[in-house]
């Protein structure tokens, strides 16, 4: 049978570690970029419906100069394609976008 609020909990647990995972990468990244003395300002957000779309709301919002987001080789044939998120974020921004390996 089929348990909603069981459903319900195991999201936000699946959310809350994803979190915690990228927090803990962003620490990692925002002391390479200290050591630089790069200015970067991290945010985390959690299960938004497109991420392309709040990528760039998010950069419009703050006025952001450049985004730079990460692409994903998946397979020979692929590697010559960029990611949907990644191709989303080029398609819509307000602003550069650096698309990184």
């Known amino acids: 049978a089929f ?3 069981r459903s319900s909990l195991l999201f936000r647990e699946y959310y809350s570690e994803q979190e915690k995972a990228a927090l803990k990468w962003i620490d990692k990244v925002m002391s390479l970029a200290k050591s630089r003395v ?3 300002k991290p945010d985390v957000r959690v299960a938004a419906p497109s991420v ?3 990528i760039v ?3 419009g919002k ?3 100069d450049l985004i730079v987001v990460g692409n994903r080789g998946l397979g020979s044939f692929r590697k010559l394609l960029i990611g949907s998120v990644s191709s989303g974020v080029i398609t819509h921004a307000h ?3 650096l698309v990184v390996r």
């Open 3 to 5: 348990v909603p609020v």
């Open 95 to 97: 602003c550069p976008v």
């Open 52 to 54: 392309a779309e709040e």
């Open 57 to 59: 709301s998010y950069a």
């Open 62 to 64: 703050k006025n952001v």
């Open 38 to 40: 790069v200015d970067a």
